[in-house]
């Protein structure tokens, strides 16, 4: 069944990324289905990390030679790009290490300000049951240290946000909503519009983690209406090592700085420091520079293939795996069984096997998948689970990686003696 050819090319856009070519457990060729946790890179983003390394490595912004004014020309390109893939003004780009520490600078910030942004006792905070632990842990700790209190959405059988109480959960005490926009355990795409709508009515703040939407649609920060958008390098062909919160810049502006040090300064004395103007005013210390250059580098590639494209080839073939993965008899899909308003990533339990146990016999036949709670364990809970195992796909993903995965499915009942 060719379903993908509509849309992309994936065996030309596989030839980009070498590590798709390998075969791992001697002779089997890899399938690999875990995207949701990081995305491979094709060869073009390789080679801008050893190009910079080669010849252009030095610190940004502070030196005057050649080496500094080339990095930093290349490091503040890869801020014009992201700006430019989210539709940002490039100021209100701020680059972290990950999603997680972009997520922990905005919960602790709206904690240490005054007002009228500030988080203060008796203020609630709303997260929902599905968020991964990045977007609960940090508004915890929060509420714990000022007193705030911690509100969330159920998830309902169907793997959706329970709304039904939406005006009763989002309200006057309301300071801070924060919310997944694609779960990376259920694949649910959430109703960003209406939790937004809600929560400005009631003059609170909307973070967004973006983790599992930025890599996989078309991202335009305006039009989501969030104040504050949190996604990572890694799960978009880009390195390990950086991501990226988008504010809008009134807020950033207002809010105090999350880290000191270097180049976030703009005049230290023994008794008081003033701050840089933004962005670099949240970016303490020489930042990720290869990595920006390299996230750059993904920018380019997925404008190249157009946001549009990849979508539409992993709706197609999510609706695919959906499709064969019901086939499987004992197989339960935990999140959406259908391929409305969901993303790319499928959780599913086999009958009584434990997740550890199908992911190590998919292994042994060359099939990459997570097993685990996936940073989600609230989901698993909510669900009566010990774990999922989760296949996710990707521009490269292909039809013939999906029947891999349903045949490998077989392989792990028939060890078992299902």
């Given at each position: 069944?060719?379903?993908?050819?509509?849309?992309?090319?994936?065996?030309?856009?596989?030839?980009?990324?070498?590590?798709?070519?390998?075969?791992?457990?001697?002779?089997?060729?890899?399938?690999?289905?875990?995207?949701?946790?990081?995305?491979?890179?094709?060869?073009?983003?390789?080679?801008?990390?050893?190009?910079?390394?080669?010849?252009?490595?030095?610190?940004?912004?502070?030196?005057?030679?050649?080496?500094?004014?080339?990095?930093?020309?290349?490091?503040?390109?890869?801020?014009?790009?992201?700006?430019?893939?989210?539709?940002?003004?490039?100021?209100?780009?701020?680059?972290?290490?990950?999603?997680?520490e972009a997520l922990n600078l905005v919960a602790n910030v709206l904690g240490w300000?005054?007002?009228?942004?500030?988080?203060?006792?008796?203020?609630?905070?709303?997260?929902?049951?599905?968020?991964?632990?990045?977007?609960?842990?940090?508004?915890?700790?929060?509420?714990?240290?000022?007193?705030?209190?911690?509100?969330?959405?159920?998830?309902?059988?169907?793997?959706?946000?329970?709304?039904?109480?939406?005006?009763?959960?989002?309200?006057?005490?309301?300071?801070?909503?924060?919310?997944?926009?694609?779960?990376?355990?259920?694949?649910?795409?959430?109703?960003?519009?209406?939790?937004?709508?809600?929560?400005?009515?009631?003059?609170?703040?909307?973070?967004?983690?973006?983790?599992?939407?930025?890599?996989?649609?078309?991202?335009?920060?305006?039009?989501?209406?969030?104040?504050?958008?949190?996604?990572?390098?890694?799960?978009?062909?880009?390195?390990?090592?950086?991501?990226?919160?988008?504010?809008?810049?009134?807020?950033?502006?207002?809010?105090?700085?999350?880290?000191?040090?270097?180049?976030?300064?703009?005049?230290?004395?023994?008794?008081?420091?003033?701050?840089?103007?933004?962005?670099?005013?949240?970016?303490?210390?020489?930042?990720?520079?290869?990595?920006?250059?390299?996230?750059?580098?993904?920018?380019?590639?997925?404008?190249?293939?157009?946001?549009?494209?990849?979508?539409?080839?992993?709706?197609?073939?999510?609706?695919?795996?959906?499709?064969?993965?019901?086939?499987?008899?004992?197989?339960?899909?935990?999140?959406?069984?259908?391929?409305?308003?969901?993303?790319?990533?499928?959780?599913?339990?086999?009958?009584?096997?434990?997740?550890?146990?199908?992911?190590?016999?998919?292994?042994?036949?060359?099939?990459?998948?997570?097993?685990?709670?996936?940073?989600?364990?609230?989901?698993?809970?909510?669900?009566?689970?010990?774990?999922?195992?989760?296949?996710?796909?990707?521009?490269?993903?292909?039809?013939?990686?999906?029947?891999?995965?349903?045949?490998?499915?077989?392989?792990?009942?028939?060890?078992?003696?299902?």
């Amino acid at each position: 069944m060719v379903i993908n050819s509509q849309f992309l090319d994936t065996d030309t856009i596989r030839k980009d990324f070498p590590i798709l070519q390998r075969l791992v457990h001697g002779d089997k060729p890899l399938v690999y289905l875990d995207n949701a946790a990081t995305s491979q890179s094709p060869q073009q983003v390789i080679d801008s990390i050893v190009e910079y390394y080669s010849l252009h490595n030095a610190n940004v912004h502070r030196g005057i030679h050649v080496l500094a004014e080339e990095a930093t020309a290349l490091y503040e390109g890869g801020r014009d790009k992201v700006a430019a893939f989210i539709n940002a003004p490039r100021e209100e780009v701020v680059f972290t290490k990950n999603s997680s520490e972009a997520l922990n600078l905005v919960a602790n910030v709206l904690g240490w300000a005054g007002e009228p942004y500030g988080i203060r006792p008796g203020d609630e905070i709303v997260i929902s049951e599905m968020e991964h632990h990045s977007n609960i842990v940090p508004w915890q700790l929060t509420a714990e240290r000022i007193g705030a209190k911690l509100r969330w959405f159920g998830i309902t059988d169907e793997g959706r946000l329970d709304l039904s109480n939406l005006d009763e959960v989002i309200n006057e005490r309301t300071k801070v909503v924060s919310l997944v926009h694609i779960s990376n355990i259920l694949g649910t795409v959430n109703p960003v519009e209406t939790i937004v709508k809600r929560a400005h009515e009631v003059g609170a703040l909307v973070v967004l983690d973006a983790s599992q939407s930025a890599p996989h649609l078309p991202l335009d920060v305006q039009a989501l209406g969030a104040d504050f958008v949190a996604f990572t390098g890694h799960k978009m062909l880009g390195p390990t090592g950086v991501g990226v919160l988008w504010g809008r810049r009134d807020l950033l502006e207002e809010l105090p700085p999350f880290l000191g040090g270097g180049e976030m300064i703009q005049t230290v004395t023994m008794e008081k420091s003033t701050y840089a103007g933004l962005p670099h005013k949240f970016e303490a210390g020489t930042p990720p520079i290869a990595e920006v250059i390299a996230l750059g580098a993904a920018v380019d590639y997925l404008n190249g293939i157009g946001m549009e494209n990849v979508a539409a080839h992993e709706h197609a073939i999510t609706e695919y795996a959906l499709k064969r993965l019901q086939e499987v008899e004992d197989l339960r899909i935990i999140g959406p069984a259908t391929n409305q308003d969901r993303g790319a990533a499928i959780s599913f339990t086999l009958g009584d096997i434990h997740p550890h146990d199908v992911g190590q016999v998919l292994d042994e036949h060359g099939i990459a998948v997570r097993v685990g709670h996936h940073c989600a364990r609230p989901v698993c809970v909510r669900f009566g689970i010990p774990a999922t195992t989760r296949a996710s796909f990707y521009l490269y993903s292909t039809p013939a990686e999906v029947d891999a995965l349903v045949e490998g499915l077989d392989q792990v009942k028939r060890f078992f003696g299902v």
